[in-house]
C-alpha cells in the first residue's frame, strides 16, 4: 500500500513540476489563435439606401401613389465586437462607413441610377422614358431613411440602432441590439512600436462571410507622421474600411481609415489607380479616449 501512494504521488509531482517545460506556442500557433479571435469578432458592415418611386398624375402632379419601395445594400465596411452591455453589444468601427446612418437615401443620378436601372428592368419601361418622366414630375423618387445593418459571426444581422462617431478622426462606435455568445476584442494599453505585426481580419469589396470565411491579412506598423496618423505596410482596399488592427498579443491598436494609391501610366495602354500597400490608422489614443471617454 505504502509502494503503491509513492507511485501516485510521485506522478502527480512529475506532472506539476515539469509543467513549466512545456515550449511556449509558436509564433505560428499565436497567429492561428488571434485570427480565429478577430475572425469571431469581425463584424460585415452593410449600408442599406431604400427609396420609393410614385406615379402621379399627368394634369396634377401632385396626386400621386407608391408604386414600389427598393431597397438595396450599396456599400460595405468592416469592425470588430469590442464590448457587449446588459441590452446592446458594441463595434468600433471607422466614422465614414456608417455616416450615412439615420439620413435620408440620396437624390443625386448617381445614387439612384441603380434603383432607376432596376426600376426600368421590371417594369420593361426605357430607362430614358423614365428620366424623362421624372424631369416631367409624373415620376418622383423619395428618398427613405438609410439603415446600417452589422452581420456577425453567428450570422445574423443585426439593426444599428445609435452612434457615437468623431468624424474629425474617423473613429466610431455603433450600438446593436447584444450580439451573444462572441468574445469581444480587447483595446491595447500600449501603442504600437516601429516593425510590430500586426493583424486585420476585413471584407475587401464586402466579400467576407462572417463566421464562415473572412480575410486576414497581415502588416506591419512603419510609424506615426506629425499630423498624428499611424501608418502601416498592410495591404488594403475598399471594404477594409473599419477593420480593427490588432497586435501580436490580440489587443485593438488601430482602425484601418483610408490607404494611399498611386497612378500608374504605360504606355498606350492607359492609367491605372494602384494601391501603394501603405494604410493609415486611427491611433491608439484617439480609440481610447472614445472607448474609455474621461469623467464617465
Not at 510521485?10 to 489563435?33: G, I, Y
Request: charged share 15%; proline share 7%.
Amino acid at each position: 500500500m505504502g509502494r503503491l501512494l509513492f507511485w501516485c504521488v510521485f506522478f502527480l509531482f512529475s506532472l506539476t513540476s515539469c509543467a513549466h517545460l512545456r515550449p511556449p506556442p509558436t509564433l505560428d500557433q499565436q497567429r492561428v489563435e488571434i485570427s480565429n479571435q478577430i475572425s469571431n469578432a469581425f463584424v460585415r458592415i452593410q449600408v442599406v439606401r431604400s427609396y420609393e418611386i410614385l406615379a402621379c398624375l399627368e394634369e396634377n402632379t401632385d396626386v400621386c401613389k407608391t408604386i414600389v419601395q427598393m431597397s438595396k445594400a450599396t456599400s460595405f465596411g468592416s469592425g470588430g465586437i469590442i464590448r457587449h452591455n446588459e441590452k446592446t453589444s458594441e463595434i468600433l468601427t471607422a466614422a465614414h462607413v456608417v455616416d450615412d446612418f439615420d439620413k435620408l437615401s440620396p437624390l443625386t443620378l448617381e445614387a439612384t441610377i441603380g434603383f432607376l436601372s432596376e426600376f426600368s428592368r421590371m417594369t420593361g419601361m426605357p430607362l430614358d422614358e423614365i428620366k424623362f418622366r421624372i424631369r416631367a414630375n409624373h415620376l418622383k423618387v423619395v428618398g427613405l431613411k438609410t439603415v446600417i445593418y452589422a452581420v456577425a459571426s453567428d450570422g445574423e444581422a443585426y439593426p444599428v440602432q445609435g452612434s457615437n462617431c468623431k468624424a474629425a478622426t474617423d473613429a466610431c462606435i455603433v450600438i446593436t441590439p447584444k450580439i451573444k455568445g462572441i468574445v469581444p476584442i480587447k483595446i491595447s494599453s500600449s501603442p504600437p512600436q516601429i516593425g510590430d505585426k500586426v493583424l486585420i481580419a476585413s471584407g475587401p469589396f464586402g466579400y467576407a462571410i462572417p463566421g464562415m470565411m473572412v480575410p486576414i491579412f497581415e502588416g506591419i506598423y512603419s510609424g506615426m507622421t506629425p499630423d498624428k496618423k499611424d501608418y502601416y505596410t498592410l495591404q488594403v482596399v475598399p471594404g477594409s474600411s473599419g477593420s480593427l488592427v490588432v497586435n501580436a498579443s490580440g489587443e485593438v491598436v488601430g482602425i484601418v481609415s483610408m490607404f494611399i494609391t498611386g497612378s500608374f501610366c504605360p504606355p498606350r495602354l492607359g492609367c491605372q489607380v494602384l494601391p501603394s500597400g501603405i494604410m493609415v490608422s486611427v491611433p491608439l489614443s484617439i480609440i481610447e479616449d472614445l472607448v474609455y471617454p474621461k469623467g464617465k
